[in-house]
């Protein structure tokens, strides 16, 4: 077995080292009561060869892009990855590498993740930035938590309505243990959060609203941030497309204390979901209240610049119950991602990036408003938004499958109120001539 | 020695990104524009951010010599205990980046992401199998997640039962994400001490478990490297005041094919892909936490499960007692196909890794019991525990040791874990190092303590061949600078 | 570390278990960590203080005092209000390490009951506890 480099030499000398007669033997302290009374029912050992006949065989039975036009978003994103960043990401001293415990020989990781915290926080207009989260809908649960450890007296938070609703059960399964209380925002006819509701809820340590939300709407972070600060709660600006800060003003401007959210959109493949990128920043007032790791800049004995993972002693490894939070592994490789993505765009860049994903969203918009077909939310909107289609149009949908065009999400099951009604999403993926098609195709 | 084998690649200093660049440069092809602008209301138009604008050689030069500097397990052996930093394959990799995988959206229609189903759905078949237990979700994206997982099930199986627990027990060579984990679910940590040959007793046990206590989290093997040979009792004292077992599974390199841990008591259990089946750390993630449960804790795992019927494979939300949703799609998909293509590859041989990771970890116990203190004399798993007793008459302690590793081209072992043994060295070989490896391992550090009697300055001094020497944390720590 | 001989003690005050001093100034009680906590701790990066006015009992953890590594509670030698901190650790936490019972002082408490002054133990008491303390 090639993992293994063992030769029946090896073994047989290192048992003698040892004093076991056989491998077997070397399980003695495992009481007789514990040892497995059948080997292990597994399929025969697969040879590289038969194992990559196998996935190619899964891995066609999926519906991906050239084949297929798949018009989703709802906090997954097709964005172009460019080579330089993939093939970087093949340099095994990246990846095959273990958290950066030992400094000395992790320059590489720590200095990259001083750059990606130090973008987030350019991007995100916030101060500190940690090492990455599981992904957006967790690094929500951890914001709020975050806001109850510092709200200490405070035992409810309010969500938007209009966060992912994934990310809202997320968030909801994180409480519901405990003594915390998440109070939901109802949204306006315009497709944005009715923040008015703010005004009446007592003892709340936060406030989260997501921008652009899930129907795609650019919401007014700057009103929502004053309206939780009235009533001495943080403000929480929550996302799932980071892209849209290419373009929009960034939660930090706007009043936000915590900004968090889904990375995925900065290079890293959409992989069915996961890795993903949980992003995190807050004010500097906060840092030691913060979750995830952090990589610090210092010197060392000789007073070489270097860089270091720092104020360990919120993590559990050290605080352990009292740990800001549980979290060990992060997702380091997929933050190295996004930096590497970021660098690339650029800042020229990532501004064309955006605008571009909006503009060919408006154009979508106004052909099908053209075509007779009604945009639900009046609200201004990034790369994502919602239809009001006809009954008849769950039909079209399916046959549109047929011809391997995904035409958006149905919002019906997260919405019930919202029956016929579609999500969007429109990225640099997609041409004038895909959208003229899709147009074409819903119409005829 | 005669040769130092050396730390790190070409040594270049290189500026941080926003110290790169030039306004105008630019590292990415920008798709053609096609469409007209369209105006953005002032209110909501910002400015952008302000990021370095670097070209393409620029970003491939820059995180290129970064790399350099960095240590991976394609670099060197890794021996850290309770790590598994076994060999990633590479053939594994490219099943992770097949367009039909890499390029999936997570909330397509059933029947359009039927491969991608399909390899969860046997996925978890597997695991249940390795792990002798009946549920899995794959939904936990590491093993602190798997461990919230768990105990968010105990927590909402005790209230399924009018059962109102709010304590938990914790053995003191835990893990800190255990009693982390375990606060999260409002379950206070009531720590157990272990007895004197490193393994939990069953008095203990005994002493701790009443009625308001929700069960145990237990690592087994343990973080000693030692198998807690009495676990069948102590499932059977925590089963008998209504309580649950849960095993924290990132030492299961030592056991496999040879313990059923659905035999032996334990109800739930966590395992980590990214340790026990190959994935890569990836410099700190991303990792994957699986949970596995007993039949009767099935009704409360996450949400959505994977259901296999007449048509195919589909996703369901359509369980009651579900704890709820952890993840926003379905996990670390991307570490699943890696773990997936992992067990298929090895299949029986899983047990021979098991097998050879136990050998390896004896071997080295074996031969540096001489060199440094062993504070358990007896036969050990995956891994081994030393401390620096004998080192600290010369004032040399386990950071020295670890450090001076790093001269000789090795990454150090675990350090200063598990908190019961003062000065700990933990050492986790793995079942793909090899003998010649080892043996290099062994005799540099032996080496190193000769040194420590002889030259301590060097230990002291140490690390001096890596990019940078030792850190000054307390600077980093009292005046943080985390952004630049 | 040190070794005890090398710690300084001062004999004008009392100590507890948990390495806190105390020391009655004008009716209120100053407290702060002994030079074997310090030593023990390392050098200090943060010091958790509480609010004043915030009410603790004798023993109940107030605060917490951080190394790089490892973090300490702090636990009130005597119970009371908390009637002012040190602000100056903000800036220089490591004023614990260098005058531990001078300008490194924590708090200062308005004592609820005088007589928890004389449960403390003596300078040569509480030496003799840190002798008995496993290297």
Known sequence: MRYFPHTSEDIAAMLKVVGADTLNDLFSTIPEDCRRKEGLSLPEAMTEWDLNRHMRELSRDMAVCPDYKIYLGAGSYEHYIPASVSYLLERSEFSTAYTPYQPEISQGTLQAMYEYQTLVTRLLGLDVANASMYDGASALAEAFKMSFNIKRKKKRVAISGLVNPLYRRVVETYFAPTEYRVVALPYCKNGTTDLSAIGEIEELAAVAVQSPNFFGCIEDLQSAAEAAHKKDALFIACFTEPLAYGLLKDPGCQGADIACGEGQSFGIPQSFGGPGLGMFAVKTDYVRKMPGRLVGRTRDVDGKEGFVLTLATREQHIRREKATSNICSNQGLCALTAAMYLAATGGVGIRDLAGLNRDKTEYLKERLGEAGLKVAFEAPTFNEFVVAFPESFAAKHEELIEKKIVAGLPLVSYYPELAHHYLLCVTETKTRDDLDALVAEITS | MKNVQGTTGLIFN??????????????????????????????????????????????????????????????????????????????????????????????????????????????????????????????????????????????????????????????????????????????????????????????????????????????????????????????????????????????????????????????????????????????????????????????????????????????????????????????????????????????????????????????????????????????????????????????????????????????????????????????????????????????????????????PERLHEAPTAPKVRRMDETAAARTPCLAG | MKEITELNFPEDIRYSKDHEWGKSIDGKVRMGISDYAQDQLGEIVFVELPEVGDIFQKGEECGTLESVKAVSELYMPVGGAVISVNSQLEDSPDLVNSEPYGSGWIIDVAPSDASEMDELMDRDRYMEELKGIEP
């Open chain 2, 14 to 455: 290189e500026p941080l990104l926003w110290e790169k660049g030039k306004k105008g440069r630019c590292g990415f092809s920008l798709p053609v524009r096609d469409v007209k602008k369209y105006p953005l209301d002032k209110q909501f138009k910002g400015d952008g951010p302000d990021f370095p604008d670097l070209s393409e050689v620029d970003v491939v030069r820059h995180f290129t010599r970064l790399s350099q500097w960095n240590y991976g397990v394609d670099s060197g052996m890794y021996p850290l205990g309770s790590c598994t930093m076994k060999y990633n394959p590479k053939c594994n990799e490219k099943q992770a980046n097949l367009d039909g995988f890499a390029g999936a959206h997570p909330l397509l229609p059933s029947r359009l992401s039927q491969g991608a189903l399909r390899m969860m759905y046997e996925l978890e078949r597997l695991l249940a199998e390795i792990t002798g237990l009946d549920a899995v979700s794959l939904q936990p994206a590491a093993g602190a997640h798997g461990e919230l997982a768990g105990m968010l099930i105990f927590s909402a199986c005790h209230r399924s039962r009018g059962s109102l627990r709010s304590k938990i027990l914790i053995p003191d060579t835990a893990h800190g994400t255990n009693p982390s984990s375990s606060a999260l679910c409002g379950f206070h940590p009531v720590p157990v001490t272990s007895g004197g040959n490193g393994i939990l007793t069953p008095e203990s046990i005994s002493e701790g478990m009443d009625e308001e206590t929700a069960g145990i989290m237990i690592t087994n093997p343990n973080t000693l490297g030692l198998f807690e040979e009495n676990i069948r009792e102590i499932a059977r004292i925590v089963h008998s005041k209504g309580g649950l077992v849960y095993v924290d599974g990132a030492n299961m390199n030592a056991v496999m094919g040879m313990v059923s841990m659905g035999d032996i008591g334990v109800d739930a259990m966590h395992l980590n892909l990214h340790k026990t089946f190959s994935t890569p750390h990836g410099g700190g993630g991303p990792g994957s936490g699986p949970v596995c449960v007993a039949k009767f804790l099935e009704p409360f795992l996450p949400v959505p499960r994977i259901v296999k019927e007449e048509g195919g494979y589909s996703l369901s939300y359509d369980f009651q007692d579900t704890v709820g949703k952890l993840h926003a799609f379905h996990g670390n998909f991307g570490v699943l196909v890696r773990a997936y293509s992992y067990i298929l590859t090895m299949g029986e041989n899983l047990k021979k890794a098991s097998q050879l990771a136990v050998l390896n970890a004896n071997y080295i116990k074996e031969r540096l019991k001489d060199v440094f203190h062993l504070p358990y004399d007896r036969p050990c798993m995956h891994e081994c525990v030393f401390t620096d007793k004998k080192q600290q008459a010369v004032k040399i302690a386990t950071l020295d040791v670890a450090k001076r590793l790093m001269d000789y081209g090795f990454h150090p072992p675990t350090i200063y874990f598990p908190l019961v043994v003062h000065g700990a060295l933990m050492i986790e070989p793995t079942e793909t190092e090899s003998r010649e490896d080892i043996d290099l391992l062994i005799d540099t550090l032996k080496t190193i303590a000769e040194e420590a009697e002889e030259a």
